[in-house]
């Protein structure tokens, strides 16, 4: 994968323009500001302890806007088992999906699950905890794919996007796609070049778009990570994509919800025929397709219980009341038939 930082002849930004996408950082919009919370499915169980647990559990987390749940967590489960607790440090770790909690689990951090497995021998155990942010500004956020506000083009199916973006084609589009007008779009639009931007390779947010999308699959050439400068974070290259999209009316990227600006809209998604929007509703739901989860990792050997703690702890966090702090702190609590399944799994 080539991944170029200009390319003069289908972006000429002046310094005007740069100066224009500077100022943007101020024009920042939630894409659901006004909406209430996320309100916590009546059919999720309460927590009522199995048994009396007690001690102190330290967990970390590559990410940065989960101490305060974790906090909300352990004073709430603290009312039901008063002599446990349980905290969390952020650390400059791999992939920010996760919380590690307990001992042998910091491998979980690693890019892959290889290190974990060569350690210890087996897979490492792991719990959706609750489903990725969409309107908190979070690293780990629900993923939409974006064009500029004057793209005729209002949703786009998975095939054709992998078709769009991957050099391979995995999900088995016959075609390479490089025109709008092979996504439908007609009159002026339909011999107009496809631009594709999107973050570096090594980012989380680009490692979910390719496994879910592409199927793993490289992209392609003419993938392009606007703006320079390899040390910039994902919230920096998050806004560049958007003023870059701002500017282009050919282009087309993904990124988290909350770096949404005026000039760009969101487009929908179909799985097999099923079209989903990208809402609140839709993605807190489960419906739409792209929506991330956060995870928390125990070392558990397969066949053996989990440690009574931090079984009891993660029957309080997939209860109705942990939950229901799960939405007060901005993330989106897990659908019924998804957090039986983690409960399930903790037996």
């Known amino acids: 994968m080539s991944v170029r930082s200009t390319r003069a002849s289908r972006r000429a930004l002046s310094a005007a323009a740069l100066l224009l996408s500077l100022a943007a950082l101020s024009r920042l919009v939630v894409p659901a500001a006004a909406a209430p919370l996320v309100p916590v499915d009546p059919a999720l169980p309460d927590y009522v302890p199995h048994q009396r647990v007690s001690g102190s559990v330290v967990g970390y987390s590559g990410m940065d806007t989960v101490e305060k749940m974790m906090a909300a967590w352990d004073q709430a489960f603290r009312k039901y088992q008063p002599h446990a607790h349980f905290s969390v440090v952020q650390k400059d770790v791999g992939p920010e999906d996760r919380i590690a909690l307990g001992p042998d689990t910091m491998q979980v951090f690693h890019r892959t699950d290889l290190a974990y497995e060569d350690t210890y021998g087996y897979e490492p155990f792991r719990v959706k905890i609750c489903a990725a942010a969409y309107i908190l500004k979070s690293h780990v956020s629900a993923i939409g794919v974006y064009v500029n506000r004057s793209n005729p083009l209002t949703s786009i199916s998975l095939r054709k996007l992998d078709a769009v973006f991957s050099a391979e084609r995995r999900r088995g589009y016959p075609a390479n796609i490089s025109t709008w007008g092979q996504l439908g779009l007609t009159g002026a639009w339909a011999d107009r070049p496809i631009h594709i931007y999107g973050f570096y390779w090594h980012d989380d947010v680009t490692a979910y778009f390719r496994r879910l999308v592409m199927l793993d699959a490289p992209f392609k050439w003419t993938y392009d990570v ?122």
């Open 226 to 347: 606007p703006g320079a400068g390899m040390s910039r974070t994902t919230p920096q290259v998050a806004t560049a994509i958007m003023s870059a999209l701002a500017h282009d009316p050919d282009g087309i990227s993904f990124g988290n919800a909350s770096y949404m600006t005026p000039e760009v809209k969101p487009l929908g998604l179909s799985v097999n025929g099923v079209q989903s929007p990208f809402s609140l509703s839709d993605v807190a739901s489960g419906r739409y397709p792209l929506q991330r989860y956060l995870y928390i990792y125990v070392n558990r050997m397969p066949g053996q219980p989990l440690n009574p703690l931090l079984k009891e702890f993660l029957r309080f966090i997939l209860s109705r009341q942990g939950q229901s702090l799960v939405s007060t702190n901005e993330y989106l609590p897990l659908p019924p038939a998804v957090d039986a399944r983690q409960l399930k799994k903790l037996d």
